[in-house]
Nanobody, 123 residues
């Protein structure tokens, strides 16, 4: 099991940027594919971005392509999500998660989750 702690959320105006971080501890960070998910009030949790164990492969939801970038620093056991050109519809609690697969964008493959960090985008 890996422990995950997100940070970096906050309130930002539309068009602004935020960078989320997810610090991992416990088992070896490179044993996990990592992902970012989000959940808005009254909606189901949805996939945002995923990255392979070595960082070579990444995938994005259509709604965030070309605006968000997922990357990881395996030396620091940290996952990141750079979010640019934010929109009010990006408002949600953002979660990082770990999967023992090499690379996956499927929510059901993720077993370890952080507590989430709130992102609010004002119009």
């Amino acid at each position: 099991q890996v422990q995950l702690v997100e940070s970096g959320g906050g309130l930002v105006q539309a068009g602004g940027s935020l960078r989320l971080s997810c610090a991992a501890s416990g088992r070896t960070f490179t044993s996990y594919a990592m992902g970012w998910f989000r959940q808005a009030p009254g909606k189901q949790r949805e996939f945002v971005a995923g990255i392979s164990r070595n960082g070579a492969n990444a995938g994005y939801a259509d709604s965030v392509k070309a605006r968000f970038t997922i990357f990881r620093d395996n030396a620091k056991n940290t996952l990141y999500l750079q979010m640019n050109s934010l929109k009010p519809e990006d408002t949600a609690v953002y979660y990082c998660a770990a999967s023992t697969r090499w690379y996956t964008i499927s929510l059901r493959d993720y077993n370890d989750w952080g507590q989430g960090t709130q992102v609010t985008v004002s119009s």
